[in-house]
């Protein structure tokens, strides 16, 4: 959980330095990341992570940890795909 939270903040300030880069509002862009970021954090905690977790119960540390980093790992990668999005997105709003 703690990398979960480390993650979601280091998205936010990654996506508001990239929105002042290409001259954007970054707290929109901020805002936008956080949310995709802890829609997908959740949605993979409550149908993958939780289920898993369930199963695993009586296995050792090493695996229900590796299980709780899959939500940020698949938010992670969510943040990268809006990022990109947005990237773009100013691309193309700049040159038309």
């Given at each position: 959980m703690?990398?979960?939270?480390i ?14 880069k290409q001259q ?6 901020a ?11 959740w ?15 009586r296995?050792?540390?090493?695996i229900?940890?590796s ?6 790992i ?23």
């Amino acid at each position: 959980m703690l990398f979960a939270k480390i993650a979601g903040i280091l998205i936010m300030v990654w996506f508001y330095q990239t929105a002042k880069k290409q001259q954007e509002n970054g707290m929109k862009w901020a805002i936008t990341g956080l949310v995709g970021y802890w829609l997908v954090w959740w949605i993979v905690t409550l149908s993958i992570a939780n289920p898993l977790l369930e199963t695993f119960e009586r296995s050792s540390a090493l695996i229900q940890m590796s299980i709780g980093i899959i939500p940020a790992i698949a938010a992670i990668i969510a943040a990268l795909f809006i990022r990109k999005k947005f990237l773009v997105d100013a691309f193309e709003s700049k040159n038309q």
